[in-house]
């Protein structure tokens, strides 16, 4: 496809019709103003997100433990999906029993924690919630590197000094 | 791919395309696989690619963890030119700014010129769907842009009179072409090469010749000159430099190109276009060097693509 394109393109919009705007296929479907803003980058609420208040590992293990739930042994034996639709508990304890660091025995800390919640499909606006922040501090916690009553939120997650701050950590040295 | 693996669902995944436009318009996998659709053989680099070699000391790695992060493959979809003629240009329009849905919905922009030169919305990769972690159910696909990161899974394109800032900044400032920082751009790739064999873990097991091969590729069209065998692939045994021909390179422009040599002088890879692969003096002069050895999986000031070679001991290592 030609550069000289776009010249062409411009000036078959300025003396064209609003009626066609290509002769396409056209199976795009339009988009008001309104609807737009979730997607804009420059949009206030894109930029910054509406503000979070934080959240603990107190928080966070509650949390954790509300989502780990019980059940019956027959589908826990069978390790699917429990009836709510969430992993078995017995499959999600065994998950975060292979995380667990080998030297310190706790739930090894994340390289970096990012808004997880926007994604196409879902409320791509939101910023990292208080359920967000509240899981990171008990993990946080769980390594030693926050105390159990320190509060993760938007001014204090940062200023958290991680072990692997200087690079990440090689897991396969041999390898390379 | 960033942050992982995103879980997209391709019913509620959408390509939006709205700032300097005519009228907005969202397209559904579905209706973007009723477009006529476009084959490219092109290469895809990170824009990280060879970034260790910014390193002041020469590194003791592999070929794959110094230069591993380009790839080459088929792409089919349909051309991005052809969803903003549905959309319409604003005359003031110069760039385009893509955002990916991946988590950390990193976006890059890219020359509204090279949008509608041969950009494209990708659905598949070497004759299939893509997959989850290359970009399903949609990529943007501009060939031959390297110089900052290739984005995938789109979900925004915003057309505008300037390149856009991204929502999650990288830690690494860029400059625009008119001198402003801050500003993530896709920028033609220049002409990159790396010698494969010999290489670390490939030893040279004793005296004689060997065949030295590689890769190179530009976002400038096809290489002249692959240039390979610049350094006699030698131990011990002398030999005539410069014997030995351009073998079997792949003549497809925007595309990874195998070179063999047996040995060679030295010289920069030329493209199509003229431009000259810099060498590491040039390079370092105008981008800089790490002040001490870095992480091989770091990326110290991003894309490097000046001259490489090895060292090789006495013992072939």
Known sequence: MSTHKLPAIVLALGLGSGAAYSAGPNLGTPIEPGEIAAWDIQHPARRHGPAARGGTPAQGRAHLRAEVRPVPRGERQRGGLCRSGRRCAARQRQSIRRRRSPTSGAIPPPSSISSGGRCPGSNRARSPNNEVYALTAYILAENKLIGENDSMNPETLPKVRMPNRDGFIIRFPDKI | ?317
């Open chain 2, 1 to 317: 791919m960033h942050s992982g693996t995103p879980d997209i669902d391709p019913d509620k995944h959408r390509l939006v395309i709205h700032g300097l436009v005519k009228r907005p318009l969202a397209f559904t996998l579905d209706a973007l696989a009723r477009y006529p659709m476009v084959s490219r053989m092109t290469f895809v680099e990170c824009g990280g690619t060879s970034a260790p070699m910014f390193s002041k000391e020469p590194i003791q790695a592999s070929v794959q963890a110094l230069h591993g992060l380009a790839s080459c493959a088929e792409w089919t979809g349909v051309p991005l030119s052809t969803l903003l003629e549905e959309t319409g240009i604003d005359p003031k329009a110069k760039w385009l700014v893509a955002e990916g849905a991946d988590s950390l919905a990193l976006s890059r922009s890219v020359p509204l010129t090279k949008a509608l030169d041969d950009a494209m919305v990708a659905l598949y990769q070497n004759g299939e769907r893509l997959m989850p972690g290359n970009g399903y159910p949609m990529r943007l696909a501009p060939p031959r842009l390297g110089r900052q990161h290739e984005r995938q899974i789109p979900a925004p394109v915003e057309v505008g009179r300037s390149p856009g800032h991204e929502l999650l900044r990288d830690p690494h400032l860029f400059t625009d072409p008119a001198g402003r920082k801050g500003v993530p751009v896709l920028l033609p790739a220049g002409g990159q090469s790396f010698i494969t064999h010999p290489s670390p873990g490939l030893a040279l097991k004793g005296p004689g010749y060997y065949e030295i091969s590689g890769i190179a590729y530009s976002g400038n069209g096809r290489f002249q000159d692959h240039g390979f065998g610049r350094r006699r692939a030698e131990l011990g045994a002398g030999g005539p430099a410069g014997a030995g021909a351009l073998q079997g390179f792949y003549p497809v422009p925007h595309a990874l190109a195998v070179g063999r040599r047996s040995c060679g002088p030295a010289k920069p890879r030329l493209g199509r276009a003229g431009n000259v692969q810099p060498t590491r003096a040039q390079f370092v002069a105008q981008r800089g060097e790490t002040q001490k050895v870095p992480n091989v999986l770091g990326f110290p000031n991003q894309h490097y693509n000046s001259l490489t070679s090895w060292r090789s001991t006495a013992k072939g290592r």
